[in-house]
């Protein structure tokens, strides 16, 4: 199924003006906790529907509440108020939240168009990015395979309203939102294919067919490039599977993207590098039956950098960006590579094989490497990569390591700022006996499930070379599995943000 049956991107478009002229089906009225927060301006016949029902305490303004009303004042077809919680605690994050759940609220009731008012706290530019970020977010459809009882509308314009000012850096704001926002949904769209369709073969087709005719370039080695290449790690978890590997390479060069820019780009080269298993069985150490279908969000991290590569080739950065991305397929079969196996990474590492379910940092330590060949000067790895780390985070942060430390706050920093939760843990030399292999350079699975998030992260470490590096952990993050108001079950799209923000910023870490 193409990409775009996954996501329609709304029409975005700025309003100054009047609420109540705005014409569009659901005009949503952000409603704070503090009643003499909302100096929304509107329609007197609105505004005292609001006293009235405050005073009965129906309207509370609590997050994510929502009333619909009707309102002949107002050129909108339906009024939707939408609770914010105290005015005081309004972020970029939670601007990007009621932009979905308004987003999602306007498809539940059937509308295709959505007019969000950025009053009162939620003005200026991040909030007003943050709200075009959100709601198209929510364009996303989880139930594109339905072909009966779909059950919401197609969005197909989306409005921030502004009563005055700035609108020229607002509009900026606005379809900066919606670029970061379809990233996303290019990331969740890939995540939710099913792995008989989304093979490593078909990823890198995606792959081309996103990038065909951009300033992104995209390279696909196959199968005998990569044994030219000796990726001993990567071919071994590839060799069960009769869906062959691929690693997609991605370019993207500011010096190709602008006709002024230098003709080749000096400074940093960022490397990032996205596990892609398309569907993880575990291999010859086979995984349980329950929940063995959501293994197919393992390509979640390759994902990621495509939804980031989607957003540079529209909105720039000011230096080079690398993206490698191993594609495999980890399955159990006569060819299969075995616990006890010693495999050969493309660095000389020899790593022998404890645990054939502990493949992602197999393909991962190939493709640091080959990111290294290719002139990357800072690392990134993005990787459903344990459970354990789930375990240790629950569903809200993800995992973040890296050393040195100041790259790692620096990755943490375009976390925070982008609108991803990295949390830091640690990686001292302490931890390092746990990889330690009598027979070969080191084993790829501790003997020990204490730390599992840990170990492995020290593992992709001895593939980065001298070179700053930090791993993200997104095994808890990368899906949802239960709905909010703000994000509905399924692939969320977590660390694409990460990734604009840390490219786009390079001036201020190189
Ligand atoms: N893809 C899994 C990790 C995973 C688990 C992602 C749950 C999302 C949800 C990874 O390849 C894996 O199997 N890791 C093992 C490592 C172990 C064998 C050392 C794990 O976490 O159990
Ligand atoms: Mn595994
Ligand atoms: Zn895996």
Same mark, same amino acid.
């Given at each position: 199924?193409?990409?775009?049956?996954?996501?329609?991107?709304?029409?975005?478009?700025?309003?100054?003006?009047?609420?109540?002229?705005?014409?569009?089906?659901?005009?949503?009225?952000?409603?704070?906790?503090?009643?003499?927060?909302?100096?929304?301006?509107?329609?007197?016949?609105?505004?005292?529907?609001?006293?009235?029902?405050?005073?009965?305490?129906?309207?509370?303004?609590?997050?994510?509440?929502?009333?619909?009303?009707?309102?002949?004042?107002?050129?909108?077809?339906?009024?939707?108020?939408? @609770?914010?919680?105290? #005015?005081? *605690?309004?972020?970029?994050? %939670?601007?990007?939240? +009621? &932009?979905? !759940? $308004?987003?999602? /609220?306007?498809?539940?009731?059937?509308?295709?168009?959505?007019?969000?008012?950025?009053?009162?706290?939620?003005?200026?530019?991040?909030?007003?990015?943050?709200?075009?970020?959100?709601?198209?977010?929510?364009?996303?459809?989880?139930?594109?395979?339905?072909?009966?009882?779909?059950?919401?509308?197609?969005?197909?314009?989306?409005?921030?309203?502004?009563?005055? @000012?700035?609108?020229? #850096?607002? *509009?900026?704001?606005?379809? %900066?939102?919606?670029? +970061? &926002?379809? !990233? $996303?949904?290019? /990331?969740?769209?890939?995540?939710?294919?099913?792995?008989?369709?989304?093979?490593?073969?078909?990823?890198?087709?995606?792959?081309?067919?996103?990038?065909?005719?951009?300033?992104?370039?995209?390279?696909?080695?196959?199968?005998?490039?990569?044994?030219?290449?000796?990726?001993?790690?990567?071919?071994?978890?590839?060799?069960?599977?009769?869906?062959?590997?691929?690693?997609?390479?991605?370019?993207?060069?500011?010096?190709?993207?602008?006709?002024?820019?230098?003709?080749?780009?000096?400074?940093?080269?960022?490397?990032?590098?996205?596990?892609?298993?398309?569907?993880?069985?575990?291999?010859?150490?086979?995984?349980?039956?329950?929940?063995?279908?959501?293994?197919?969000?393992?390509?979640?991290?390759?994902?990621?950098?495509?939804?980031?590569?989607?957003?540079?080739?529209?909105?720039?950065?000011?230096?080079?960006?690398?993206?490698?991305?191993?594609?495999?397929?980890?399955?159990?079969?006569?060819?299969?590579?075995?616990?006890?196996?010693?495999?050969?990474?493309?660095?000389?590492?020899?790593?022998?094989?404890?645990?054939?379910?502990?493949?992602?940092?197999?393909?991962?330590?190939?493709?640091?490497?080959?990111?290294?060949?290719?002139?990357?000067?800072?690392?990134?790895?993005?990787?459903?990569?344990?459970?354990?780390?789930?375990?240790?985070?629950?569903?809200?942060?993800?995992?973040?390591?890296?050393?040195?430390?100041?790259?790692?706050?620096?990755?943490?920093?375009?976390?925070?700022?982008?609108?991803?939760?990295?949390?830091?843990?640690?990686?001292?030399?302490?931890?390092?006996?746990?990889?330690?292999?009598?027979?070969?350079?080191?084993?790829?699975?501790?003997?020990?499930?204490?730390?599992?998030?840990?170990?492995?992260?020290?593992?992709?470490?001895?593939?980065?070379?001298?070179?700053?590096?930090?791993?993200?952990?997104?095994?808890?993050?990368?899906?949802?599995?239960?709905?909010?108001?703000?994000?509905?079950?399924?692939?969320?799209?977590?660390?694409?943000?990460?990734?604009?923000?840390?490219?786009?910023?390079?001036?201020?870490?190189?």
């Amino acid at each position: 199924m193409p990409l775009h049956e996954f996501y329609t991107t709304p029409t975005l478009r700025l309003v100054v003006g009047p609420t109540a002229s705005v014409d569009t089906d659901v005009l949503v009225l952000p409603v704070f906790a503090e009643a003499e927060a909302t100096p929304l301006d509107l329609p007197d016949a609105v505004a005292s529907v609001m006293v009235a029902m405050r005073a009965s305490q129906e309207l509370k303004g609590e997050p994510y509440e929502q009333h619909w009303l009707r309102n002949e004042a107002v050129a909108a077809g339906r009024i939707l108020l939408l @609770g914010v919680g105290p #005015s005081t *605690a309004v972020t970029p994050d %939670l601007a990007r939240r +009621l &932009g979905t !759940a $308004a987003g999602l /609220a306007t498809r539940s009731r059937g509308q295709a168009r959505v007019a969000i008012v950025a009053g009162g706290a939620l003005q200026g530019e991040p909030l007003v990015r943050a709200l075009a970020e959100g709601v198209t977010l929510a364009a996303f459809h989880v139930d594109a395979y339905k072909t009966r009882d779909r059950k919401l509308a197609t969005l197909q314009s989306a409005a921030i309203v502004v009563t005055a @000012g700035g609108a020229d #850096s607002l *509009a900026d704001a606005v379809a %900066l939102g919606s670029v +970061l &926002g379809e !990233a $996303a949904n290019v /990331a969740r769209a890939v995540a939710h294919e099913p792995p008989n369709v989304l093979t490593p073969a078909v990823l890198a087709d995606r792959a081309r067919a996103l990038f065909a005719g951009t300033s992104v370039q995209v390279d696909v080695l196959d199968e005998t490039q990569l044994h030219e290449k000796h990726m001993g790690m990567l071919l071994g978890v590839a060799q069960g599977s009769v869906n062959p590997p691929r690693l997609i390479v991605l370019t993207y060069d500011p010096a190709n993207a602008s006709a002024n820019a230098p003709a080749k780009s000096t400074g940093p080269v960022l490397g990032l590098v996205g596990k892609a298993v398309t569907f993880d069985t575990g291999g010859i150490s086979i995984k349980p039956a329950e929940n063995m279908d959501k293994m197919k969000y393992d390509m979640c991290g390759g994902a990621a950098v495509l939804g980031a590569f989607h957003a540079l080739a529209r909105a720039g950065a000011p230096s080079r960006v690398i993206g490698v991305i191993p594609a495999v397929e980890n399955m159990p079969s006569g060819a299969a590579f075995r616990p006890g196996d010693i495999l050969t990474a493309a660095s000389g590492l020899t790593v022998e094989i404890t645990n054939t379910d502990a493949e992602g940092r197999l393909i991962l330590g190939d493709a640091l490497w080959y990111a290294r060949q290719l002139g990357a000067t800072h690392l990134v790895d993005i990787a459903t990569l344990t459970g354990a780390c789930a375990v240790a985070l629950g569903r809200v942060a993800s995992g973040l390591f890296g050393t040195p430390d100041d790259w790692r706050d620096v990755v943490q920093g375009a976390g925070t700022r982008g609108g991803d939760f990295l949390w830091p843990l640690p990686m001292t030399d302490d931890y390092k006996d746990l990889l330690k292999s009598d027979i070969a350079d080191m084993v790829n699975a501790a003997g020990t499930r204490y730390g599992g998030a840990i170990s492995a992260a020290l593992f992709l470490k001895a593939f980065a070379g001298d070179l700053p590096w930090a791993h993200l952990d997104i095994a808890g993050t990368a899906w949802a599995d239960e709905p909010k108001p703000y994000q509905p079950k399924g692939p969320t799209g977590v660390a694409v943000r990460t990734l604009i923000e840390l490219a786009r910023s390079s001036g201020s870490w190189a």
